[in-house]
């Protein structure tokens, strides 16, 4: 059973920085491309990044490029969100979630339902 728990959400002013943490227990985690979605109140789940199995490639959506930084740490079946000069839109609910790529797929998936599993959630609340 794939488990993904997100931590280090928080309540920051704007323009300060956050970084995010996704642990996974999943026997092969360095198979799996890991994304970052976020919800804010009364609206659709959205895209934030993605990075590759191995990390050799991200993708971000548009709002956050340049602030934001995803990174992965295999040996520790970790992956992060920094999340610099933050913005009250950046407000939400932060999701990590894994998408299984195998061994030979190198995909950077930016849709929700292209991932398998999802983690519960933490909130990101910034006040400007």
């Known amino acids: 059973q794939v488990q993904l728990v997100e931590s280090g959400g928080g309540v920051v002013q704007a323009g300060e920085s956050l970084r995010l943490s996704c642990a996974a227990s999943?026997?092969?985690?360095?198979?799996?491309?890991m994304g970052w979605f976020r919800q804010a109140p009364g609206k659709e789940r959205e895209f934030v990044g993605v990075?590759?199995?191995?990390?050799?490639?991200?993708v971000y959506t548009d709002s956050v490029k340049g602030r934001f930084t995803i990174s992965r740490d295999n040996a520790k079946s970790t992956v992060r969100l920094q999340m610099n000069n933050l913005k009250a839109e950046d407000t939400a609910v932060y999701y990590c979630?894994?998408?299984?790529?195998?061994?030979?797929?190198?995909?950077?998936?930016?849709?929700?339902?292209?991932?398998?599993?999802w983690g519960q959630g933490t909130q990101v609340t910034v006040s400007s």
């Open positions: 999943v026997p092969r985690f360095d198979l799996y491309s």
């Open positions: 979630a894994a998408d299984f790529t195998g061994s030979q797929g190198m995909g950077v998936p930016t849709r929700a339902f292209q991932y398998d599993y």
């Open positions: 990075i590759s199995k191995w990390g050799g490639r991200t």
